[in-house]
């Protein structure tokens, strides 16, 4: 080596700081890599991704291969570096201690910073080519290798971690979530609501979602039919249970598009709304709103009573309920919560917890009360009055209607 010209040691320092570089761009890159693009890109049949994705599969081949390549190239260049600065310079130990300054210097800023800042920033344009030429290399240099990984392998057991159970990475519902919070500039808003409803599934059930018993619109059979008549041309719903004195004794659901066409015939009475009847189905208030959806599909039924672990009726749910909690807002005829000028909210108090805090990106209590009515009282005790300012769960509000067995509507202050 001391018989080479200064020039081509230059050229020889410059090609192992060239190798240097693209040994540890491509390790930044090839790590840094998003695994949901990269199998998105796998699917695509996209060459480069796929063998990329090949490589990462057993990281610590990958790593030992790169870091092999990446000391040899750095030592080797450390090498060239003292020769040549022991034939420019007559004091050899001086002019070593230069050259490995200088070296340092010029390898931290050129093949260390630069390369993996740039490869941090776009990794895919260096990953790919590099996933060429690591593939055939890793077979050529597979018994060396294998031998430092089975070292290391040895090392990691000692201080208890399984590769293999690292390999796959896992993503919970709150990662998921913030991901989607995050892609505000890839969708709509509204898009963005419709999928946290549909990860919030798991956590709610139909208690969660349900029409209160209070709140429930039906035909009381012990009515007069006149009344009854007039129920059924004036009800906003296409379904209505059917029951006697108490909607827990229930006898079934009325399409009402089955009976309108017969209320005007002379001999329509009781009993016609009676042979008429669906059969009413119960769920349980403990049941998943998923797997209600799947039992509303089996079962080809659109409507339910919701009872309590006494067979008591609590509520009825539907299936436009059921897609609601998934859309929001998107599909309520009324709106619940309205945005005033100074940032201030009005909210209807019949609303629930869960879909305020959806609206709102707020995070009241959802695991006690269901509604914002509810809560209120529950925080208070009583009934509040009108005018009575409170800060419930560190959201201050004003209560603007009530009646005498619960609050309507509320005012949200700005918080500070």
């Known amino acids: 080596m001391n018989d080479m010209s200064l020039s081509?040691?230059?050229g020889i320092l410059a090609t192992m700081l060239?190798?240097?570089?693209?040994?540890?761009?491509?390790?930044t890159a090839l790590m840094t890599l998003?695994?949901?693009?990269?199998?998105?890109?796998v699917k695509l049949?996209?060459?480069?991704?796929?063998?990329?994705?090949?490589?990462?599969?057993?990281?610590?081949?990958?790593?030992?291969?790169?870091?092999?390549c990446n000391n040899f190239v750095n030592n080797f260049a450390s090498s060239i570096a003292t020769v040549i600065a022991i034939k420019l310079y007559a004091d050899e130990e001086s002019s070593v201690a230069i050259a490995a300054v200088i070296l340092t210097i010029v390898m931290l800023i050129c093949s260390e910073v630069?390369?993996?800042?740039?490869?941090?920033?776009?990794?895919?344009?260096?990953?790919?080519?590099?996933?060429?030429?690591?593939?055939?290399?890793?077979?050529?240099?597979?018994?060396?290798?294998?031998l430092v990984n089975l070292f290391v392998n040895q090392l990691l057991r000692i201080i208890r971690i399984d590769i293999q159970k690292n390999h796959h990475e896992v993503i919970n519902k709150d990662e998921l979530k913030s991901i989607i919070s995050d892609a505000e500039s890839l969708m709509p808003p509204r898009y963005q609501k419709m999928l946290m409803g549909?990860?919030?599934?798991?956590?709610?059930?139909?208690?969660?979602i349900m029409t209160p018993r209070n709140e429930i619109i039906g035909i009381d059979l012990d009515w007069p039919i006149e009344d009854i008549v007039n129920q059924?041309?004036?009800?906003?719903?296409?379904?209505?249970?059917?029951?006697?004195?108490?909607?827990?004794?229930?006898?079934?659901?009325?399409?009402?598009?089955?009976?309108?066409?017969?209320?005007?015939?002379?001999?329509?009475?009781?009993?016609?709304?009676?042979?008429?009847?669906?059969?009413?189905?119960?769920?349980?208030?403990?049941?998943?709103?998923?797997?209600?959806?799947?039992?509303?599909?089996h079962e080809k039924i659109r409507i339910g009573l919701v009872v309590d672990e006494y067979g008591d009726v609590q509520g009825l749910v539907t299936l436009d309920d059921l897609l609601q909690e998934i859309v929001g807002e998107l599909i309520t005829d009324e709106v619940a919560v309205r945005v005033q000028n100074d940032g201030s909210y009005l909210v209807d108090a019949n609303i629930t917890i869960r879909e305020l805090n959806r609206?709102?990106?707020?995070?009241?209590?959802?695991?006690?009360?269901?509604?914002?009515?509810?809560?209120?009282?529950?925080?208070?005790?009583?009934?509040?009055?009108?005018g009575t300012s409170i800060k419930l769960h560190d959201y201050p509000l004003e209560i603007l209607k009530r009646d005498e067995n619960s609050v309507k509507l509320v005012k949200f202050l700005p918080r500070k």
Do not use: C
């Not at 060239?18 to 390790?27: C, D, N, P, R, V």
């Not at 549909?198 to 969660?208: H, N, P």
């Open 8 to 10: 081509m040691l230059f």
């Open 198 to 208: 549909i990860l919030d599934l798991e956590s709610a059930t139909v208690e969660d």
């Open 18 to 27: 060239i190798l240097s570089a693209f040994f540890s761009g491509s390790e």
């Open 359 to 386: 609206i709102t990106q707020w995070s009241l209590p959802t695991e006690g009360p269901k509604t914002l009515n509810g809560l209120i009282i529950e925080f208070m005790e009583t009934i509040p009055e009108i």
């Open 232 to 297: 059924i041309k004036t009800s906003p719903h296409i379904r209505l249970p059917v029951y006697k004195t108490s909607i827990d004794r229930i006898i079934g659901f009325i399409h009402l598009i089955k009976i309108l066409a017969l209320v005007n015939q002379e001999d329509f009475d009781k009993q016609t709304i009676i042979n008429h009847l669906d059969k009413p189905s119960f769920i349980p208030d403990s049941t998943p709103v998923h797997n209600q959806m799947h039992r509303f599909k």
């Open 45 to 68: 049949k996209h060459s480069g991704a796929i063998k990329a994705h090949t490589l990462l599969q057993r990281p610590e081949r990958l790593l030992g291969l790169i870091l092999l």
């Open 114 to 146: 630069t390369p993996k800042t740039i490869a941090a920033i776009k990794p895919e344009p260096l990953a790919f080519p590099a996933a060429w030429v690591y593939t055939p290399l890793l077979k050529i240099l597979y018994p060396i290798v294998w």
């Open 34 to 41: 998003n695994r949901y693009r990269l199998r998105h890109l």
